[in-house]
């Protein structure tokens, strides 16, 4: 009971013999986190043999640079389709995966509010809403495609559900995280108030994780724009299925063109969705962006004034705020109009916009509804082709071995990435890149790698150099410099400031400052980052291979191809467990590393 | 619904030997406390000390380990889904932290208060009806922020925010209003202002108050009736006028005989706390060495 008395350090005792390194508590090491650090080599010298493997060399490369001048001068001009077509093809395009991207928004409402831990009704809804979360996800939408396509045959609603269903996942995940972490104080005191279960989520907590919600939705439609290209191949409308249709025919020229058309098309929408989630997010500071320095600048200037403000109208405490009663209702009936404020103005004209948006791609997509009722007649006829799960003519060795070369890819295509997008992520962030003109160009090559649809780069490295895994392996990492890269910045960007400072005070050097404050604070997340991008890109790199880069998505579209939809079962449950032993390997690692 | 309780109406309040632990931690213990219709009362002690647990057990946001918590004539640890909802809706809430929501206007803020007397989610100003957007800005202007109404609630500064939270719970045109550490988040002068309005809005309306605080003379010159609180039990139940600040602080098991002296005790006990709140659990059983200190200093 020696509370009162502050716990003074004793100072070492001088009879102590003991040498400093000696008395110095040995460093811990939990058996867990050997555990972890040992997988984590194993994965690294996986990926390096995966990299050595896939015969990327300075050389071939070389090599297929000639080849790539022989091919485009055999190509001759890039064409286009008819203006016209051009045109409605890009709207369907875009309205298509609007609507997909759509459902699976509202859809994750009540999928995260079952599976977020602080809104849960039960153990066992919980658990349900996690099973639809990692379902969704682990099932690549180019199957759900396949299998729509056989359901509905034409028209836009395979592409939509597929899209909309292979989307719930990622969006409920991110929403349910968002849940969890909101401030539970606003949603008490709506409890203390009175307020239902309902009333607390929609008054309490939607409208702390609508921000969020929003930019999910919007950077899951980006995603969602990119496969379209391939939902094309498996027969969804759109300039994915134009795309395909003429590659098969060998008109390259007109391939290549609609693959420059997809490729603007996917820029604007970036630049268009950060727009937006700039524009939803401005308010709120995050970070050190300089949308957050400009906020914290106005939120400083208001606040002043409210303050001066309020000391004019109130000249003392005498007079509390509402000592002055107000002749009687006039004011109040006027203060019921809500003035037209730049802010006002603002959202509405962006509310109008959205329901415009979404008003417009429901017309062009000229969804079948009847189709909905009607499809449930053909899902037991087309259920029984499916089960049970057979490799049919393939033997198992040929398909655990492209399964395996899918995971080769996958790894290599992260290692190569993440070496790239270290040092461009670290020089696009504010806190390390030497000048303002670094960082900004380096963004700016992250946003335009980030515009590229690996498939459109996958598509064409096949056709510049063949069909086969180095493509696959170039594109992969190609867009994963854009997706690390950005994230690595951002986190740089994040990190604490005092540290930096402190080192900087003691007369570090810019890189002694990034080796020794900056990067230590972002290691946890780069691990982070670093797994996410090998999750991402093992479900990429089963796309891939329905385009020709490789591995068991070749297999995949020759079996939905040749109606062995038993075999379509097969690899679909390889996938599903490769995702899934990747996705607990990743948890299992942010855990251990936190 | 017999009671044993006599002058029901007057009593708005009946808490009998309440307790309540946290795992091994006791928050309470056998504390009791009634309160009649329209007094003031504040709960005083330091932070730790139970006031916060005994107010969140007043509106049913906690559930006691043992003992009868009766409020409005209801035993409140009895209450579930609607009849609990509709005793809270009874009883105003001001937290510390003001707990708005910070991206939602002021006056939707302040409309939130009334959820209880509607069906169903809501969310946007259109879904709340013409007469209770009236109300919510008559209230609004009565804590001073009518031009406010439509600005996002975290624009504004802390003592505003303190008033748009009060606001909201005249929204729910309640018979007690419960304030924990209303204006411990708050500057000085924000402070006066926030407890001089809670003041005014409770005689003006014959509220009956229960505010819980940690400032010794704030609670001298605001409360009618003090109840200390120390480690989970009440230690003082006493009228406020007359009351001298020393003999408040020998709820605090300190006798100290200038103005200094105390403030230097008040100190000591506030990083104490900080200390202790690691400490052993039983630390309630030997308050000893504040004693000794404070013998050290009076000798």
Known sequence: MSTLVAPSRRPAEASDARSVAERAPKRGRSPERIAASLTLVAIVVASIIALADSGISIPHMIESWGNAER?????????????????????????????????????????????????????????????????????????LAMVFVLMFSLGSLPGILAIGIHSIGMISKLFADAIEQIDEGPRRAIRAAGGSTWQEFTSGILPQVLPSWVATVLHRNDINLRGSVVLGYVGVVGLGMEMSFAFKSLNYSLGLGIALVMFALCIVMEIVSSIVRSA????????????????????????????????????????????????AGTSLEAALRRPWDAVRIRNTAWGWAALAVVVGSVLICDIQWGDLITFWAKVPAIAVQFWPPDFGNYDAATMFGAMGQTIGIALAATLLALVVSVFVGSLAARNVAPNGTTRTSMRLLLVVIRGIPEVILAIVLIVITGLGAQAGTLALAFGGIGLAGKLIADSFEEVKAGPERALRATGASRAQVYASATVPQGTRALIGHSFYLLDTNIRAATILGIVGGGGIGYYLLNAGQGSNYQVVTAIVLMILATVLVVESLAMWMRRVFR | MSSPVGNEDSVVIDVERLTKSFGSTVALRDAALRVERGEIVVLLGLSGSGKSTLLRHLDGLETPTAGSVRVLGQEVPRLTGRRLRALRSRIGFVFQQFELVPSLTVLENVLTGALAELRGPRLGLWSYPRRLKLTALGHLDRVGLLDRAYQRADTLSGGQQQRVAIARALMQDPEILLADEPVASLDPES???????????????????????HQVDLALSWGDRIVGLRHGEVVLDTPAEG?????????????????????????????????????????????????????????
């Not at chain 1, 459902?103 to 658990?127: E, H, K, R």
């Not at chain 1, 500071?285 to 001066?308: I, W």
């Not at chain 1, 309020?310 to 009663?325: I, N, V, W």
Request: aromatic share 4%; hydrophobic share 45%.
């Open chain 1, 280 to 327: 939803m997010l401005g308010v709120a500071p995050t970070g050190r962006s300089l949308g957050a320095r400009l906020a914290r600048r106005v939120g400083r200037a208001s606040a002043g004034r409210g303050a001066q403000r309020l000391e004019t109208s109130r000249p003392g405490l005498e007079t509390p705020p509402s000592s002055a009663p107000r002749p």
């Open chain 2, 243 to 299: 009351l001298s600040k020393v003999e408040v602080m020998e709820i605090y098991g300190r006798v100290a005989t200038a103005t200094a002296e105390l403030e230097a005790i008040e100190r000591e006990l506030v990083d104490e706390l900080g200390a202790a709140d690691a400490a052993a659990p039983e630390r309630s059983a030997a308050p000893a060495p504040l004693v000794a200190a404070g013998e050290n200093r009076a000798g």
């Open chain 1, 71 to 143: 091919f485009f001068a055999r190509v001759g001009p890039i064409s286009f389709p008819e203006p016209a077509q051009l045109l409605y093809l890009t709207a369907l395009t875009i309205g298509l995966v609007l609507c997909g991207t759509l459902l699976a928004a509202v859809i994750s409402v009540p999928v995260a509010y079952l599976a977020a831990s602080n809104t849960t009704p039960g153990g066992g809804l919980q658990a349900f809403g996690r099973f639809v979360t990692v379902l969704t996800r682990a099932i690549p939408d180019v199957v």
């Open chain 2, 191 to 213: 402070s006066e202002q926030v407890m001089a309005l809670i003041r005014e809005i409770a005689m003006d309306a014959g509220l009956t108050v229960v505010c819980s605080l």
